[in-house]
């Protein structure tokens, strides 16, 4: 009798093993992206639209302060690069398909600064999270300076990933949030007022100054960023 049910709480852990295993098996393996391309507004909303990119999150990093806030990222003195960080599934998207998007989402030329958004929160930064990563980031950079596309020297830096800090709630899916912002029409946030004395505006793009609206000075097609 012992030697059956010795049997059978065998079996039913190399059952239970085996189911385990399968379910390991049919989860997808994730990865981690993290990139600074001046204000995250937009920058989120365009890696969302990519197929295979399962989360975005707005935030700071590369700076020296714990958990900063938006008001002291604005300051220009902690460091942090406003950022985002995708989830994505690599059998879907590839690292170097996301490295197309970041390159075409902002100007990599513009030291500390994207259209009229100016300060080191604004870099143009790519934060590797493995050897493989780095070495695609710099083949990827190689590969658009000798295309000779800008012009210009590309001053993206290719730096280690460290600690990132999820921005308040009000920026994260913001343009989903607030459609009228990329026709031009919302309020900034009064970190920013503050800090600009002006409506700074600006191409949510980046690339120079854009044209000022007859309607209303501020540049034609553009959110009212931060």
Not at 107 to 123: A, E, F, I, M, S
Request: a negative charge.
């Amino acid at each position: 009798m012992i030697s059956v049910k010795l049997a059978s709480l065998r079996a039913l852990l190399f059952g239970l093993l085996a189911l385990s295993a399968s379910s390991l098996a049919g989860t997808p393996k994730t990865e981690e992206a993290t990139f600074a391309a001046g204000c995250f507004w937009h920058v989120e909303a365009a890696f969302r639209k990519i197929d295979g990119v399962l989360e975005v999150i707005s935030g700071y990093t590369g700076g020296t302060l714990a958990n900063p806030t938006y008001e002291q990222v604005c300051s220009d003195k902690t460091g942090h690069a406003e950022s985002i960080q995708i989830e994505f599934d690599p059998s879907r998207v590839s690292y170097d398909r996301l490295l197309d998007v970041f390159w075409r989402e902002h100007d990599p030329t513009t030291l500390n600064r994207q259209g009229w958004d100016v300060g080191t929160q604004y870099r143009s930064a790519i934060f590797y999270h493995s050897p493989a990563q780095q070495a695609a980031a710099m083949a990827s950079k190689q590969r658009l300076e000798k295309s000779a596309k800008y012009g210009k020297p590309i001053v993206t830096q290719i730096v280690p990933a460290g600690p990132f800090y999820r921005a308040e709630d009000y920026h994260q899916r913001y343009f989903e949030k607030h459609p009228e912002a990329e026709l031009g029409h919302a309020d900034w946030p009064a970190a920013a007022r503050s800090r600009e004395g002006s409506d700074p505006g600006g191409d949510a793009r980046g690339g120079g100054d854009p044209a000022e609206s007859a309607e209303d000075g501020r540049p034609h097609g553009k959110a009212r960023r931060h």
